[in-house]
């Protein structure tokens, strides 16, 4: 019998060895454990909040440096800095701060998926795709009988691809050539008149892409009724095109000028033009952080994802969506019909969503990143955990972003003076909401402003009421609840009028019936 005061309760060791310790020992650690974890994850929370403002003074900092150091130390072709530099204003501190910064780092998804629990969420995906394709199957064979997968909706929407091509050749040739001799007319030392006419023909040079990338697409497409994928192709070709030019002149052109009163041409190199127009940015920088080889396993990974993904839309549109709105401009309008019609696509709208963010935003870009050795995939951010609109649109798509940041965003406050953050911040808007609602204009072949108004008009009440003030759980639920009923609306809309304009064709072709939406007046 063990003496009184030392009631001992014996454990097990390491070794498994019998071990004793106070019997009031278990209690102990039984209430401490709770504190232990509530005090660790306060810790880590502080420490992520220290390491984020730690990294936006540390890229603050060696911005200014990198600044001062090309001022101070330019090249034999470039104009000596002033002895005597201006001082830099508040609001061009401000704008230099923010200004692009390219450092090699991975996809955010590409290091989720190095934690199982994330890539069994990717795996339920590919899971709903091999749904999809049993069910196909399944009913192929119960209604005719054999198994064999259709792909009708896929070959429409990417019928006369070769035409497509075709024509993306000359959308790209001029964009590789005229800008850049444009830009080394400009930079011949000044000479009188001579220069003069050097910069007329620079503009000329400049307005002969312009008009092939603005006229050469739509001209194809119109005259030749090419279907929405390869209509897509041109489209999002001729705004990247567009977009990459006007970074290259914005960035170039003023260093150029400084540069023409020295000896000698100063031009950014041509190879650096060229591996621009192809890098998965558009933001023009003379070189960029590369990674030192190519995974050409990697690329490969890319390129199926996204080929998966095109399967994966075609099977939910074929299944969820045509079923539904085919035969919906036959019927009566009314308003249940309209309000059970956006319901249903709520699901495949929001599938759409997910899988044009995962097949471009990351498997595209990524995989032309790899073969182009381009280090920085930050292509996106964490939009899902966005608790307000603002900074859903800020992490969507960083690529476009970071453009209408630096040349729409900054541009315009440089020109209003640094006063009107307002302002710029609806120019922002109105641009993006312009190039989206032409964009779905150019697929679909009709004009039907449900994107300008969601976009613009919804959007942006929603950007300066849901802003970065609103956190918590709550307010990312509202989010993902708003963009299940928004891409509700966007394919309901587009669907009833696509098959609207189809059942029910204009007998004379007029300006009015065009911008007139049909699915309002069709009940064929």
């Given at each position: 019998?063990?003496?009184m005061?030392t009631?001992l309760r014996?454990?097990?060791g ?14 102990t650690?039984t209430?401490r ?6 005090w ?5 929370a ?24 090309i001022?101070s130390?330019?090249?034999q072709d ?11 204003s ?8 923010r200004?692009k ?7 955010l998804?590409?290091e ?8 069994t969420?990717?795996h339920?995906?590919i899971a709903?795709?091999?749904?999809f394709?049993?069910?196909t ?5 119960i209604d005719e009988?054999?198994?064999?997968l259709?792909f ?11 035409l497509?091509l075709?024509?993306?050749v000359p959308?790209?040739?001029?964009t590789?050539l005229?800008p850049y ?6 930079a011949?030392?000044?000479?009188g008149g001579?220069?003069m006419?050097r ?12 008009a092939v990338?603005?006229v050469?697409?739509?001209h ?7 279907p929405?994928a390869s209509r ?6 001729q705004?990247r ?7 290259f002149l ?12 020295r ?8 190879s ?6 192809f ?5 023009y920088?003379?070189?960029y ?12 990974k ?7 993904c095109v399967l ?7 299944r969820l969506?045509?079923?539904i ?6 019927e009566?309008f009314?308003?249940?019909?309209l309000l059970l019609?956006i319901?249903?696509a709520t699901?495949?709208?929001i599938?759409?969503?997910?899988l044009i963010?995962?097949a ?5 870009l990524n ?8 280090g920085?995939r930050?292509f996106?951010?964490?939009?899902w955990n ?14 476009v972003?970071?453009w209408l940041?630096s040349y ?9 003076g ?9 120019g922002v808007f ?7 609602e032409?964009?779905?204009?150019f697929?679909?072949?009709?004009f039907?402003?449900v994107?300008?108004?969601l976009?613009l ?5 929603l950007?300066?009421t849901m802003?970065d003030r609103h ?5 990312n639920?509202l989010?993902?609840?708003?963009l299940f009923?928004?891409?509700g609306?966007?394919v309901?809309?587009?669907c009833?009028e696509w098959?609207?304009?189809r059942?029910?064709?204009?007998p ?9 939406p ?7």
């Amino acid at each position: 019998m063990e003496p009184m005061g030392t009631h001992l309760r014996r454990r097990e060791g390491l070794g498994g060895e019998p071990e004793e310790r106070p019997s009031g020992e278990g209690n102990t650690e039984t209430h401490r454990a709770p504190d232990l974890v509530q005090w660790t994850r306060h810790m880590e929370a502080v420490k992520m909040q220290l390491l984020e403002q730690a990294q936006e003074k540390l890229v603050e900092l060696l911005d200014r440096a990198i600044w001062e150091a090309i001022q101070s130390h330019p090249p034999q072709d470039r104009p000596l800095p002033s002895p005597h530099p201006a001082p830099l204003s508040k609001t061009q501190k401000s704008s230099f701060g923010r200004r692009k910064v390219f450092v090699v780092r991975k996809s955010l998804l590409d290091e989720l998926m190095e934690v199982q629990h994330f890539r069994t969420i990717y795996h339920m995906f590919i899971a709903g795709l091999c749904v999809f394709i049993i069910s196909t199957l399944a009913i192929d064979f119960i209604d005719e009988g054999r198994l064999v997968l259709e792909f009708d909706l896929l070959i429409f929407s990417f019928g006369q691809l070769p035409l497509a091509l075709v024509t993306w050749v000359p959308m790209f040739l001029a964009t590789l050539l005229a800008p850049y001799q444009a830009l080394r007319l400009w930079a011949r030392p000044r000479a009188g008149g001579a220069w003069m006419l050097r910069a007329v023909l620079g503009c000329v040079l400049l307005a002969a892409p312009a008009a092939v990338l603005c006229v050469l697409p739509i001209h194809v497409a119109v005259k030749h009724e090419l279907p929405p994928a390869s209509r897509c192709i041109l489209v999002f070709e001729q705004v990247r095109l567009l977009m990459k030019s006007y970074s290259f002149l914005r960035e170039a052109v003023p260093g150029t000028l400084r540069a023409r009163g020295r000896e000698g041409i100063w031009a950014p190199s041509f190879s650096s033009y060229l591996y621009f127009l192809f890098c998965p940015t558009l933001i023009y920088r003379e070189t960029y952080p590369r990674t030192p080889s190519v995974r050409w396993n990697y690329v490969a990974k890319n390129f199926a994802q996204a080929l998966g993904c095109v399967l994966y839309a075609c099977f939910i549109l074929g299944r969820l969506c045509v079923p539904i709105f085919a035969n919906m401009s036959r019927e009566p309008f009314s308003t249940r019909a309209l309000l059970l019609s956006i319901m249903h696509a709520t699901l495949p709208g929001i599938f759409m969503l997910l899988l044009i963010f995962f097949a471009f935003l990351h498997c595209w870009l990524n995989a032309f990143a790899e073969m182009l050795r381009f280090g920085d995939r930050m292509f996106y951010r964490d939009w899902w955990n966005s608790t307000s609109f603002s900074n859903y649109y800020r992490t969507w798509n960083v690529v476009v972003h970071d453009w209408l940041y630096s040349y729409v965003y900054q541009d315009g406050l440089w020109l209003l003076g640094g006063r009107g953050r307002g302002a710029a911040m609806l120019g922002v808007f109105l641009v993006s909401a312009v190039v989206h609602e032409y964009i779905f204009c150019f697929v679909l072949g009709f004009f039907y402003p449900v994107m300008l108004m969601l976009f613009l008009v919804i959007g942006g009440l929603l950007n300066f009421t849901m802003n970065d003030r609103h956190t918590g759980p709550a307010w990312n639920v509202l989010m993902w609840t708003l963009l299940f009923l928004g891409q509700g609306i966007q394919v309901s809309l587009y669907c009833q009028e696509w098959y609207a304009r189809r059942h029910c064709p204009l007998p004379q072709t007029t300006f009015w019936g065009l911008l007139t939406p049909r699915s309002w007046s069709c009940h064929a």
